[in-house]
């Protein structure tokens, strides 16, 4: 596996590498992160390179958020990847990447308004102008995403549609904990007690699916039984958002018949937990 962190090495690489398979990441990689570089592995066969790039991107932070302290573990990460079957591994510093008098940006309006986007302003934006760059420096011919960012994904494939990117977009599996909880890298901001109760965000999900597949359509109500089982299980977080939206627009529902998913943000302490889960038959 080869490490590179100059996009002239890069340029030199994509120019003799043919097809090409990313698996865009901010490092501080987990199981989750190590599927989908399987997965892009199984795709890609014996013929394809599989890339992953390892940049935490300041433009999706927030001023008051994790950027400075978001955990850094180049090392780990590039055994992880190895291991898991990449050829390349792309880990510019952030000077490669930007230029210091930057002056144009990529803003999704309509998806990026609810859910994560509403909390964390201007964060859609940073992933939408990082992930078409990644794509203009590595030009791969699939990239292959977690679906644990079940908005970010939702965004990324607009991105693609709209600005007609000719790669194709995979959203992967969320790797959970034997006790249910979505591997993230934020998993390790948690003590040992919040670590405890994290595993209930999932489980309210579930709670909700069980009760519309007996029967209950009525958001509101769907909704309050998370609330309920949240604030029972895990009485040390505290909530951001919950919503059951349409899989499709992202735009809040008040009935539930055929599909839609629901999402929730909670806090614990200082690391937010996103998950979500799929009504469907
Ligand atoms: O999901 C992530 O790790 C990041 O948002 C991404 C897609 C690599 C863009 O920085």
Known sequence: MILLETV???????????RVLLVPTMGALHEGHASLV???????GDSARVAATIFVNPLQFGPNE???RYPRTLEADLRLCEEAGADLVFAPPVHEVYHPDRSISITESSLSTVL????????????????AKLFNLVQPDEALFGRKDYQQLAVIRRLVRDLDIPVVIHGVETVRE???????SRNRYLTPEERAQAPALQAALRRARDAWLAGEQDVPRLLRAIREHVAVNAPLCREDYVSIVDPGSLQPLARVEHHAVALLAFWFGRARLIDNLELRR
Do not use: I, K, N, Y
């Open 8 to 18: 002239h090495e890069l340029r030199a690489w994509r120019h003799q590498a043919g």
């Open 38 to 44: 399987r997965e892009a592995r199984r795709l890609a």
């Open 66 to 68: 994790d950027f400075d």
């Open 116 to 131: 994560c986007g509403a909390s964390r302003p201007g964060h859609f934006d940073g992933v939408c102008t990082v992930v």
């Open 178 to 184: 034997p006790d249910g909880l979505a591997m993230s």
